[in-house]
Nanobody, 129 residues
Framework: QVQLVESGGGLVQAGGSLRLSCASSGRSISGYASGWFRQAPGKEREFVAQITWSGHYTYYKYYADSVKDRFTISVDNAKNTVYLQMNSLKPEDTAVYYC???????????????????WGQGTQVTVSS
């Protein structure tokens, strides 16, 4: 059974940085889409970023417009871990961040909640102004 465990959340001032980690167990992350979503209080869960290993050291990445050029998603296949490096954080980035993984090998962009089957428990990120 696939399990995802997030870590790295915390409290940071605006303009600061955090790196989230998502450790996966139960299967290799290679070939499957790994995504980050977030949910702010009173709001729906929204897509943040996706990464899929496409083979031959090629990765497909996709970002929400709101985080493009500030956040970077990456993987360490050896550690079976996905990372989300968050720079230039803003108060509106405050949310619970969730790691997710697809159940099948699907190419292209996966930015909808329903396209992900496995979910982590979430980690809180709070950005103070």
């Amino acid at each position: 059974q696939v399990q995802l465990v997030e870590s790295g959340g915390g409290l940071v001032q605006a303009g600061g940085s955090l790196r989230l980690s998502c450790a996966s167990s139960g299967r290799s992350i290679s070939g499957y889409a790994s995504g980050w979503f977030r949910q702010a209080p009173g709001k729906e869960r929204e897509f943040v970023a996706q990464i899929t290993w496409s083979g031959h050291y090629t990765y497909y990445k996709y970002y929400a417009d709101s985080v493009k050029d500030r956040f970077t998603i990456s993987v360490d296949n050896a550690k079976n871990t996905v990372y989300l490096q968050m720079n230039s954080l803003k108060p509106e980035d405050t949310a619970v961040y969730y790691c997710a993984a697809s159940s099948t090998v699907v190419p292209g962009t996966l930015n909808e909640l329903a396209e992900y089957y496995y979910w982590g428990q979430g980690t809180q990120v709070t950005v103070s102004s």
